[in-house]
């Protein structure tokens, strides 16, 4: 058993055990790490030994960090996987070049002064994710100390950018009436998929800020776990795939 970790370049660094480069085709390369046989409880020294091992990935080049616990039965499987979305990652790489993520909680005025030294902005209530380029990163840290903001945390891998904007994936939701239980299925485990997804990530800047007592990171990283389980079960009763729970929004681009 093994867990992916994260998509890079093939031209990256080798990466840092215990993590192994498996080659995915066309100039791109799974990182993958061995995972434990039997399941173990998440704590908070679990999830920053994988942030750092991710963190060293981007200090070595362009990095698309992928969520905690997706695990395969060996390589072959991690790369059938990556294969399938080949086109999608290559894109995001892309996007994503030279680039890395801050997070920045502060009143909107703030975060709207900050949208120029950034090339892309994800708003979530008070606060905002920012991909900023490389050499941009000095500039941006002293901008936003001079305005004030309530935090900032960073520079982090991509996690708010890891998708190309636009993107259009294949997959759309089932609406034959044949299959129309499939595509509702489809549906709802979309969006649980995509609030697992941003609670995942808050929960993660919330350790950062010390937010989050020890007790609470055992219980949300267990529930995470446990709700990833779950998924993969309801995923294969329905007969769907994880790239198909990435629904196809048309000029919105995907979900997740």
């Known amino acids: 058993m ?3 970790v994260a998509i890079v370049r093939a031209a990256a660094p080798p990466p840092p055990a215990p993590l192994r480069a498996v080659a995915a085709g066309d100039g791109l390369v799974a990182v993958v790490a061995p995972a434990p046989e039997t399941e173990e409880e998440v704590t908070a020294e679990a999830l920053w030994r ?10 070595g080049g362009d990095v698309l960090p992928v969520r905690y616990g997706t695990r395969f039965a060996d390589d072959d499987e991690a790369v059938r996987s990556v294969a399938a979305r080949r086109a999608g990652f290559a894109a995001a790489l892309d996007h994503v070049r030279d680039a890395v993520e801050f997070a920045v909680r502060a009143p909107s005025p703030l975060l ?39 935090s900032i945390t960073g520079p982090w891998p991509p996690y708010s950018f890891t998708e190309p904007p636009g993107a259009l994936p294949a997959n759309r939701i089932g609406a034959d009436p044949e299959t129309v239980e499939q595509g509702l299925a489809q549906l709802v485990l979309t969006i649980v998929e995509l609030l697992r997804q941003l609670m995942e990530r808050q929960a993660l800047r919330r350790i950062d800020a010390g937010g989050l007592t020890a007790d609470q990171v055992e219980r949300m990283g267990t529930t995470f776990m446990e709700l990833d389980k779950r998924m993969t079960e309801l995923r294969e009763h329905f007969g769907l795939t994880p790239e198909e729970l990435n629904l196809n929004l048309g000029p919105l681009g995907r979900l997740l």
Do not use: C, H, K, N
């Open 2 to 4: 093994i867990e992916l």
């Open 50 to 59: 994988r942030e750092e091992l991710v963190e060293q990935l981007m200090a």
């Open 112 to 150: 709207d002064a900050l949208r120029p030294l950034a090339r892309e902005v994800a708003v979530q209530r008070a606060s905002a994710a920012y991909l900023v380029e490389r050499e941009m990163v000095d500039t941006f840290s002293a901008r936003v100390e001079e305005l004030g903001a309530d």
